[in-house]
């Protein structure tokens, strides 16, 4: 007769949330050599953690980016991009931006999807989407923004990307991914590179 089979308590076999719902105890700074900046990405609400090669959401989430830009005399233009394994829809990832501690919800006044730069376990590609925003009719200088975000449950991001620039823009741009010095992955802990460029 073969050993008796061991069952756990039932209280302690409930699935728990890791590392739970709360946002995430402080934020993540950038984390490229070359950036510049202080720009931190914070966790909002939902279940995103640290996995091997990306930050999971096996929830819906909520996450965001502070940026201070003081280097610059004034911020014209900010485009972000966000390069993950996206669930659903990309147009339902929606992004907006306030600024000097405001609540102005601006969204993208362009956004675009290109072929991101990652694969995962199971062999499928991530989707890198741009959005791009036009700051230049604003009357007062910016000083600082915050970009807000949520994301659908099962996203997986391998990396963003954060430029901050002086310069208007005349017309709507889609960088290539390695044009811009996406994150070459962020097994250590997922960060967003923030770069300045002032205007020539």
């Known amino acids: 007769m073969g050993e008796p089979e061991f069952k756990q308590p039932r209280h302690q076999r409930l699935w728990r949330p890791y590392p739970g719902f709360s ?12 950036s ?14 640290a996995a091997r090669s990306s930050i999971y959401s096996p929830s819906v989430g909520s996450f965001s980016i502070s940026n201070s830009v003081e280097s610059l005399d004034d911020v014209n233009t900010v485009i972000f991009q966000f390069d ?20 102005q919800g601006l969204t993208a006044d362009f956004f675009a999807l290109t072929n991101g730069s990652f694969t995962n376990q199971f062999g499928g590609y991530s989707s890198n989407i741009l959005f791009q925003w036009d700051l230049s009719s604003i009357g007062e200088p910016i000083r600082e923004y915050v970009i807000n975000y949520d994301v659908a449950a ?7 990307q954060l ?4 310069a208007e823009l005349s017309v709507s741009i889609v960088p290539e991914p390695a044009a811009y010095g ?4 962020i097994v ?5 590179v923030a770069r300045r460029r002032h205007g020539k």
Do not use: F
């Open 163 to 166: 430029d901050s620039s002086e």
């Open 36 to 49: 510049t900046g202080n720009a931190d990405y914070n966790k909002k609400t939902g279940a995103g953690y």
């Open 188 to 192: 250590a802990l997922t960060g967003c």
């Open 23 to 34: 946002a995430w105890p402080s934020a993540i700074g950038s984390n490229t050599a070359d």
């Open 84 to 103: 993950a394994g996206l669930r659903g829809t990309w147009t339902n990832y929606v992004a907006t931006l306030n600024y000097n501690g405001g609540s």
């Open 154 to 160: 099962h996203t997986s991001t391998y990396a963003l």
């Open 182 to 185: 996406l994150l070459a992955g």
